[in-house]
């Protein structure tokens, strides 16, 4: 019987022994089989490599070191991964459910032309109890991203081949970064992707982009950057469409 195509999903942390073990726990618990697990720490100090100890004859790869944020850390996970689909889910996140990686990579086998999956995200309390926003994506057509949308990053998986296509994050993005490499790969390379109507994600409220006004301005402020860029006009629609998503999410 022919071997699963392999799927590497990276975690990026720093000091986040709190809840570290959450997002292992919920990567380690999927039901599917071809899985290679990498953790990048920032050189945590708060006792996080303690909490991933338990875990790491289940873990292909644990790197502790300095780095540059939470994007570099990314990269660093990115270009380490040798599955045929990478995922990042972050150490504040978990997997909504047990079939989520088989879910995503079932969608890559009935649909072998597409390059990315993304689905939908809910945020949730410190608790992981509560429902605070619920991030209901659509698939993707040209006014997607006209329109302040985006996929929910921790969703998105993608072929290591779209990396090797168009690159990694870029540092210079500092609460951007993810939504221009999406918007990289399918507004401007118009790589194609499909969107799976599912929760696949569960992410604690608390974002560095979310953690105040000053910062979801420079957030905008980073979107529109990725259209100019790449040579792009910014249309007047990204500017209210991204609030009014973001509201109805609240609803």
């Known amino acids: 019987m022919a071997q699963l195509?392999?799927?590497?999903?990276?975690?990026?942390?720093?000091?986040?022994?709190?809840?570290?073990?959450?997002?292992i726990q919920s990567v380690l618990s999927q039901d599917y089989s071809n899985l290679e697990y990498i953790i990048i720490d920032g050189a945590s100090t708060d006792g996080t490599l303690e909490k991933i100890q338990p875990y790491r004859d289940r873990i292909a790869l644990v790197v502790s070191e300095p780095d540059q944020g939470i994007w570099d850390a990314?990269?660093?996970?990115?270009?380490?991964?040798?599955?045929?689909?990478?995922?990042?889910?972050?150490?504040?996140?978990?997997y909504a459910h047990a079939n989520v990686l088989s879910k995503?990579?079932?969608?890559?086998?009935?649909?072998?032309?597409?390059?990315?999956?993304?689905?939908?995200?809910?945020?949730?309390?410190?608790?992981?109890?509560?429902?605070?926003?619920?991030?209901k994506s659509r698939p993707y057509d040209q006014r997607f991203f006209e329109y302040g949308e985006m996929p929910p990053h921790p969703t998105f998986f993608a072929k290591r081949s779209l990396y090797d296509r168009i690159g990694y994050l870029d540092l210079n993005f500092r609460l951007g970064a993810d939504y221009e490499l999406c918007f990289r790969a399918m507004r401007v390379h118009q790589l194609p992707t499909k969107w799976i109507d599912d929760c696949l994600v569960h992410m604690r409220i608390g974002g560095e982009s979310n953690r105040s006004l000053k910062n979801i301005v420079d957030q905008h402020r980073l979107n529109m950057k990725a259209w100019t860029i790449h040579g792009l006009p910014v249309p007047l629609s990204f500017h209210y469409g991204k609030f009014i998503h973001r509201f109805k999410q609240f609803l």
Request: no cysteine.
């Open 5 to 23: 195509p392999k799927i590497s999903i990276v975690t990026v942390v720093y000091n986040g022994a709190l809840t570290i073990e959450d997002t």
């Open 104 to 135: 995503v990579m079932n969608v890559f086998e009935e649909h072998p032309t597409i390059e990315a999956v993304y689905g939908n995200l809910k945020y949730m309390d410190r608790g992981l109890t509560k429902v605070i926003r619920d991030w």
């Open 74 to 94: 990314m990269n660093k996970g990115l270009q380490r991964a040798t599955g045929d689909v990478i995922g990042i889910l972050n150490s504040d996140d978990v």
